[in-house]
Each structure stands twice: as structure tokens, then as C-alpha cells.
């Protein structure tokens, strides 16, 4: 072990914390909800240039990392280990974290159209799902492309979609498309249009006839057995 290089990048990421400003940012993000730079900037009370540099600094010693999402960029806490080590310091400390609240209309929180795939509470939901019934993995540790595992191509097959016609798509298969009121991912990509093609032939939802709205129906309520926000599906 170097031990003088691990002693030089501790003392890095224990400056890049101790700075006020990061470490309002840190914090901010511990709630698990990614924020742009803007968002941030005015959390910590500091200008979009000087955010901008805080945000650098993080990045540099894998404090954050960021999501870029058409023109935007969007921040969140690298993993679970820089999560735990802020919890550590804010229990020395005595202090608390406040959540995140949203300020999308509630209807369209739920559940909405995010251009041809499905994206709110229920969307995110569903990635999280998906993630734990071990379906759903990350193509690689450092980008944002997913893949199925062999159990969620047998999983989706059985009910009812076609994951070699979606494979076979001239675009992305699936990737961590963020949402943008609850600020974690859901899927996009072929995949996530698959999905919603199935939601909605399978009558588990139902799309407003005008704007993105969608409606969670008794049926899907039952098929996709919500279980704590997270749903349970089964093949019909």
C-alpha cells in the first residue's frame, strides 16, 4: 500500500468536504436525487462560476458524478460509500438532512410520458424493481447504458415482450434516463418504449388523450402488485 499517496488523497477529500459550500452541495445530495449545477449553486449559496469550480473539485476526488441529459448535466453522490461516509460525519457532528421535495403537479409525478417511454413515481419505481428481482444491470460501472440479465429477458418474455425485436432497434437498447421531478433514474431506450407499449396493451395504464398523463387502471394495480411503491409483476 502507498501509504503516502492514500495519505495525500485522504487529506483531498476531507478538504473537498470540509469547504461550506461542497459540503452543503454533499448533503444536499445525500437524499439520493440528482441536482444540476444551478440547483446547487444556490443551495450553497455561491455563484453559477464558483459552483461550477466547487463542482469540479467533487468530481475530481469521486465525491460526485454527473449525468448528462440533452443540454443539461446533472450532479448526484458517486455511490454508496460516499453516502455513508457524509451519514458518519453528519452523526459526529449532530446534524440532520432535509429531503427532497418536488414541485411537479401531482397528477403527472405519478406517472407521465417522458417522449416514448414512461417516466414519474412509477417509472422509477419500476427501475428499482427491475434492479432488485436482478433483471436489470449496468452495461458498465462508469456509463449509464443498461442491459438484461438472462432472468429479465425471460422475466419480460414471458409477458410479452419481444426482447430480440427490441434488441435489434437501430437505437439504444436501454440507459438511465433521469427523471426529471424525481430526479433519480428510470429506463429509456428501446426498452423502456417496449415497456410502455406492454403497460398499455396489457390495459395496466391508460394515456391521457391529450398531454403525457398516464393513469394507473385497477387491472395494473392487481398485475403489477404494488408492493411499497415498488411493483411485483407477474406474467397475466
Same mark, same amino acid.
Request: net charge positive.
Given at each position: ?6 495519505? $495525500?488523497? /485522504?487529506?483531498?477529500?476531507? %478538504? &473537498? ?5 461542497? #459540503? !452543503?452541495?454533499?448533503?444536499?445530495? @445525500? ?9 446547487? $449553486?444556490? /443551495?450553497?449559496?455561491?455563484? %453559477? &462560476? ?5 463542482? #469540479? !473539485?467533487?468530481?475530481?476526488?469521486? @465525491? ?173
Amino acid at each position: 500500500m502507498d501509504v503516502e499517496h492514500l495519505d $495525500g488523497q /485522504i487529506s483531498g477529500i476531507a %478538504a &473537498s468536504i470540509g469547504e461550506p459550500a461542497r #459540503a !452543503r452541495m454533499l448533503y444536499c445530495l @445525500l437524499d439520493g436525487h440528482a441536482r444540476t449545477s444551478t440547483e446547487l $449553486g444556490i /443551495i450553497a449559496e455561491v455563484s %453559477a &462560476s464558483t459552483a461550477s469550480v466547487h463542482l #469540479a !473539485r467533487l468530481k475530481e476526488y469521486q @465525491l460526485v458524478k454527473v449525468y448528462a441529459q440533452g443540454k443539461h448535466r446533472y450532479y448526484s453522490l458517486k455511490d454508496v460509500q460516499v453516502a455513508q461516509a457524509l451519514e458518519a460525519l453528519s452523526v459526529v457532528a449532530g446534524g440532520s438532512t432535509s429531503g427532497f421535495v418536488p414541485n411537479t403537479p401531482s397528477r403527472l409525478r405519478s406517472a407521465r410520458t417522458c417522449y416514448d417511454h414512461m417516466a414519474g413515481e412509477l417509472a422509477v419505481a419500476f427501475h428499482d424493481r427491475m434492479q432488485e428481482l436482478g433483471w436489470l444491470q449496468r452495461a458498465a460501472p462508469s456509463d449509464n447504458l443498461y442491459e438484461l440479465t438472462r432472468a429479465g429477458a425471460e422475466g419480460l418474455g414471458r409477458l410479452g415482450v419481444d426482447v430480440e425485436a427490441v434488441r435489434s432497434m437501430r437505437r439504444r437498447f436501454a440507459f438511465a434516463c433521469l427523471d426529471w421531478s424525481e430526479r433519480r433514474p428510470h429506463i429509456g431506450g428501446a426498452l423502456g418504449a417496449a415497456l410502455l407499449k406492454l403497460a398499455l396493451s396489457r390495459k395496466w395504464m391508460t394515456q391521457d388523450v391529450e398531454g403525457r398523463g398516464l393513469r394507473l387502471t385497477d387491472i395494473g394495480k392487481r398485475e403489477m402488485r404494488l408492493a411499497h411503491a415498488a411493483p411485483r409483476v407477474r406474467a397475466g
